[in-house]
């Protein structure tokens, strides 16, 4: 059963998301990140270059060439798919994300912001009634 992990407390969503998809590299894991917000992907995608300042983070576009998604660790979509066996689903939307379930792990990144907590809530509600397996790592308190 697909294992749910919420990260709130972010001060910056994307840069969680980095570190995420750093350990997930490190672990030989696949991750795809998903949102509909094409400023979002490509803010993160410019971010993959540079996060870390000896190497970059690998990854593509859903859209790009099959051979260069399924060899790729990190994909950034704006739609669910799991035909390329990630390992991992990072959601950045508002939402439960259709089809979630054909993941080993979801991701919920939390930011600061009231509405980003109460879309959490809302999305932690649904997966608590449907029976998954919740997580929760409070980042306010890891960096305070």
Excluded at 13 to 40: E, F, G, H, M, W
Excluded at 113 to 127: L, T, V
Aim: hydrophobic fraction near 40%; charge should be negative; proline fraction near 3%.
């Amino acid at each position: 059963m697909t294992a749910i992990y919420f990260y709130s407390g972010a001060a910056d969503r994307l840069r969680v998301v980095c570190r995420l998809c750093a350990k997930a590299l490190n672990q030989d894991s696949r991750a795809i990140v998903y949102t509909p917000d094409a400023d979002k992907l490509d803010e993160l995608d410019k971010l993959l270059w540079t996060f870390q300042s000896t190497s970059f983070l690998p990854h593509c576009y859903i859209d790009e060439n099959e051979t260069l998604v399924n060899a790729t660790p990190i994909v950034l979509s704006n739609r669910i798919v799991n035909e390329h066996a990630f390992d991992m689903l990072v959601n950045l939307n508002e939402h439960c994300p259709s089809a979630f379930d054909q993941f080993k792990r979801v991701i919920e990144v939390v930011g600061q912001s009231s509405e980003d907590k109460s879309s959490a809530r809302a999305r932690y509600r649904f997966y608590k009634q449907a029976g998954y397996e919740l997580y929760h790592h409070n980042l306010a308190e890891t960096t305070g």
